[in-house]
């Protein structure tokens, strides 16, 4: 079987390790300075994209299921998943705080015919705060920032999901640093899913929080992945 490779973004095994259950998403020492939002710009400014334009496998698989309704993406990036989204029926709101990224989603979703069925907007997630109770579907596919900033992001976005509607990220694990291929190597901007379920507080009924393998081929042969994957819902 071929497999085609996910993004890299600074954006089924085993259950999360439980030994990771007291350390918080608060807690970093001192690492490089982030990427900001010129820094995404200028990675952005191929006219090409820079990250496949198929939908996240997880998402996918996560989705394809749910009946159709109002869908928030956050860091979007090029647009891939509310595009995807957009295509199966789903009114999306899609944010990032890249321009030049926005302007590559919104010619995507133009190829792709679902434009009057995506609302693009620019905005840092470290300071948007999306409605509350508001969406069936809030998703976060890859959001790799620095941990202390990551956690109020969170609960904002499982403070948007509307009743029955449905939260669900998939991050680089960290345990993808030394023991899977690609991602940030960078360890504060990685994290594991019990570490997404202790900073969500209660706020959202998990479904699942585990680490999934993601196959990856190279020009070197198919490698593996590790992400972490969070699924809840609002009862």
Known sequence: MKFTSEPVQAKQSAIVDGSAAQTSLAGTCAMP?????????RRYASEELIWTADANRFLVAQTESLSPGNALDLATG???????????GWTVRAVDFSDVAI?????LANARNVADKIDFREADLRAYEPEVQSFDLVALIYLQIPQAELAPI?????RAVAPGGTFLLVAHDSANLKHGYGGPQRSD???????????????IAIEQATRVERPVQTTDGLKVAIDCLVRGKRL
């Open 78 to 88: 090029e647009g891939r998943n509310a595009v995807w989204l957009a295509e199966r």
């Open 33 to 41: 300075r982030p990427m900001e939002r010129e820094d995404w710009n």
């Open 103 to 107: 302007e590559k989603a919104k010619r």
């Open 154 to 158: 969170l609960v904002r976005a499982a």
């Open 189 to 203: 901007v990685l994290y594991t899913a019990e570490q997404v379920v202790v900073a969500l507080g209660g706020e």
